[in-house]
């Protein structure tokens, strides 16, 4: 397939994308944003036991009947118990027992009177009014009953989620595996940040700008540097990570150039899915499959590799992790500048969009990064546009 449009070509990637079955097994602390595996059920009460709301004192209540302030009810304080405590013993009617707020309730008691409205005299606990079998008085189980569903198989786990199983005592929890993820540029002219430049060579930005965006969103790629302008030595390269990673993704190779390499690796590696997407910046990118493993290759140029790993690469993730969250938001707003350039065809231009309204910078080459970097959206401009002045209305996605 050639020429094909966004939406086509996301319909064409999904197809032969699969949700990932591997399981694995994470530290409650590791699983913030996972996607839970399997349904977590309470295994015991929560609390596990009856507790007090508050600092006070505990005891049989019908002891207190016709209590007044002229004629208190009298205890003798046998004891006191702090949360983490557990006093064993039951409370011999009578007798009453200090406890601070969270500790357990013992046997023989079945009230708790708050410790601002009571006094002690000659060590004996003097009660001024009534109290009822039950009041102040927390049940075991009242936030969450053994056998109860506390998070449902597929669910992305949040912080509030982690706290609940947390409380039931999951140390561990079984999450669905992340995708398996590598990323590689092609091209002769790269060199990494950190080497000399020489001359005629640029440094490598799109293997970092991917895999920054890429462990934004929770995953944990192969970063695995740059791959010569030759198709045998990557073709090899690349059909060596078959079976270990579900998808690659390349940055540069993808036009019709001497150098663009990538239509001779997949013809040696595997079956192309399609070339050319009929948007603005990024058209030239090739999809293929080698094996089970997804290829997605992008334009080299810096901002069109971006803003096509946002349009395309996004919707496979999603459907890879299970994760809704990976998804870009369609908005909605009003240009606060003006675009004065035609869109002959379909084109994404960068913006910051905030309370309904898109800013876009000065600069929207392909080839620059910079003025990207303070933008969170991407305007959608239909084929056959002409320029927009301030104020029209457009469509985007927030990314």
């Given at each position: 397939?050639?020429?094909?449009?966004?939406?086509?070509?996301?319909?064409?990637?999904?197809?032969?994308?699969?949700?990932?079955?591997?399981?694995?097994?994470?530290?409650?602390?590791?699983?913030?944003?996972?996607?839970?595996?399997?349904?977590?059920?309470?295994?015991?009460?929560?609390?596990?036991?009856?507790?007090?709301?508050?600092?006070?004192?505990?005891?049989?209540?019908?002891?207190?009947?016709?209590?007044?302030?002229?004629?208190?009810?009298?205890?003798?304080?046998?004891?006191?118990?702090?949360?983490?405590?557990?006093?064993?013993?039951?409370?011999?009617?009578?007798?009453?027992?200090?406890?601070?707020?969270?500790?357990?309730?013992?046997?023989?008691?079945?009230?708790?009177?708050?410790?601002?409205?009571?006094?002690?005299?000659?060590?004996?606990?003097?009660?001024?009014?009534?109290?009822?079998?039950?009041?102040?008085?927390c049940f075991a189980g009242e936030d969450v009953k053994k056998g109860t569903l506390l998070v449902k198989k597929g669910t992305e786990l949040t912080a509030a989620h982690l706290g609940v199983l947390a409380s039931?005592?999951?140390?561990?929890?079984?999450?669905?595996?992340?995708?398996?993820?590598?990323?590689?540029?092609?091209?002769?002219?790269?060199?990494?940040?950190?080497?000399?430049?020489?001359?005629?060579?640029?440094?490598?930005?799109?293997?970092?700008?991917?895999?920054?965006?890429?462990?934004?969103?929770?995953?944990?790629?192969?970063?695995?540097?740059?791959?010569?302008?030759?198709?045998?030595?990557?073709?090899?390269?690349?059909?060596?990570?078959?079976?270990?990673?579900?998808?690659?993704?390349?940055?540069?190779?993808?036009?019709?150039?001497?150098?663009?390499?990538?239509?001779?690796?997949?013809?040696?590696?595997?079956?192309?899915?399609?070339?050319?997407?009929?948007?603005?910046?990024?058209?030239?990118?090739?999809?293929?499959?080698?094996?089970?493993?997804?290829?997605?290759?992008?334009?080299?140029?810096?901002?069109?590799?971006?803003?096509?790993?946002?349009?395309?690469?996004?919707?496979?993730?999603?459907?890879?992790?299970?994760?809704?969250?990976?998804?870009?938001?369609?908005?909605?707003?009003?240009?606060?500048?003006?675009?004065?350039?035609?869109?002959?065809?379909?084109?994404?231009?960068?913006?910051?969009?905030?309370?309904?309204?898109?800013?876009?910078?000065?600069?929207?080459?392909?080839?620059?990064?910079?003025?990207?970097?303070?933008?969170?959206?991407?305007?959608?401009?239909?084929?056959?546009?002409?320029?927009?002045?301030?104020?029209?209305?457009?469509?985007?996605?927030?990314?």
């Amino acid at each position: 397939m050639q020429d094909i449009s966004l939406e086509q070509a996301i319909e064409v990637l999904l197809e032969h994308t699969k949700k990932i079955e591997r399981t694995e097994e994470v530290p409650i602390l590791e699983a913030l944003g996972r996607v839970l595996a399997e349904d977590a059920v309470a295994s015991f009460d929560n609390p596990p036991f009856d507790r007090s709301p508050l600092d006070g004192y505990t005891f049989a209540s019908g002891r207190t009947k016709g209590a007044t302030k002229e004629n208190p009810a009298s205890f003798a304080i046998i004891g006191e118990e702090c949360a983490g405590d557990f006093f064993a013993e039951a409370v011999p009617a009578g007798s009453a027992l200090r406890l601070m707020t969270g500790a357990a309730i013992p046997r023989g008691c079945d009230c708790v009177v708050r410790q601002e409205d009571v006094t002690i005299e000659n060590g004996r606990l003097l009660v001024p009014y009534e109290l009822h079998h039950h009041e102040n008085y927390c049940f075991a189980g009242e936030d969450v009953k053994k056998g109860t569903l506390l998070v449902k198989k597929g669910t992305e786990l949040t912080a509030a989620h982690l706290g609940v199983l947390a409380s039931l005592g999951f140390g561990k929890v079984k999450v669905l595996a992340r995708p398996r993820i590598a990323i590689a540029s092609t091209g002769d002219e790269l060199v990494l940040p950190g080497e000399p430049l020489q001359p005629g060579k640029i440094y490598n930005s799109n293997l970092y700008v991917l895999a920054g965006r890429l462990q934004e969103m929770g995953f944990r790629p192969e970063v695995l540097g740059i791959l010569p302008d030759d198709v045998n030595e990557a073709a090899a390269f690349i059909d060596s990570w078959r079976g270990k990673v579900d998808l690659f993704l390349t940055t540069g190779g993808v036009s019709v150039g001497k150098k663009d390499i990538m239509h001779g690796v997949v013809k040696k590696i595997g079956t192309r899915l399609f070339w050319r997407v009929c948007i603005k910046p990024g058209a030239p990118v090739i999809a293929y499959t080698a094996g089970d493993m997804l290829g997605i290759a992008l334009s080299g140029n810096p901002f069109a590799s971006y803003a096509t790993f946002e349009l395309l690469v996004r919707q496979v993730l999603s459907k890879f992790s299970g994760r809704t969250d990976v998804c870009y938001t369609p908005v909605e707003g009003y240009l606060a500048d003006k675009f004065p350039k035609p869109s002959y065809g379909r084109r994404f231009i960068r913006a910051h969009y905030a309370d309904g309204v898109f800013k876009i910078p000065s600069q929207h080459d392909s080839g620059s990064l910079f003025s990207a970097a303070g933008c969170n959206a991407l305007i959608d401009i239909p084929a056959g546009t002409g320029p927009l002045p301030a104020g029209s209305r457009v469509k985007g996605v927030l990314l």
